[in-house]
């Protein structure tokens, strides 16, 4: 990886961590740091991350916002074009480079459900709906947790697109 393409994903992680620990919502707090690590931005794909923070609408029961978010920027850059849908080859590229990514994240975190994580990371889960849960959970090392995992999926997702050729603006 050459030494700009390091900065670039160095900067993709600190922003990730930065954006969960001051906004929260781990799918548009990654997605953020990705598209402007990248120098780029999509409003509608950072919207689309919305609904996905804690494994899907706080539920704790869904796949990590973070990865997903940060999946949503390589399906942006390059998945499948409406044009192609018919085209059963045409998204194999962005599935590749989303199952990378799956991969380095299922390596470091064991699953890729977010309450798994969360039981990993500290020792237990939070329901975000229930007030009280909410309240340990900020006054727990949780933020720090995610914050910290936010960055690295946006650091790594951030390396996988630009190893696939994206020339950052």
């Not at 030494?3 to 919502?25: R, Y």
């Not at 007030?131 to 951030?158: Q, R, W, Y």
């Amino acid at each position: 990886m050459t030494e700009p393409s390091k900065q670039i994903s160095q900067k993709a992680f600190e922003l990730g961590k930065k954006n969960e620990l001051t906004c929260t919502g781990c799918a548009q707090s990654a997605t953020a740091a990705v598209l402007d690590s990248l120098g780029i931005w999509s409003e509608d794909v950072f919207k689309a991350a919305s609904g996905l923070a804690d494994g899907l609408g706080l539920t704790g029961d869904g796949s990590c916002g973070a990865l997903v978010g940060a999946s949503m920027v390589i399906g942006y850059l390059f998945g499948r074009e409406r044009k192609d849908f018919k085209d059963r080859m045409a998204p194999l590229k962005s599935y590749k480079m989303v199952k990378q990514l799956h991969d380095k994240y299922l390596k470091e975190y064991g699953s890729c459900r977010c309450h798994d994580v969360q039981e990993k990371l500290v020792g237990r889960t939070y329901n975000f709906w229930d007030p009280a849960d909410m309240e340990a959970a900020f006054n727990s090392d949780v933020g720090e947790h995610c914050s910290t995992l936010v960055g690295n999926i946006a650091k790594i997702a951030t390396e996988i697109i630009l190893e696939n050729g994206f020339i950052p603006k």
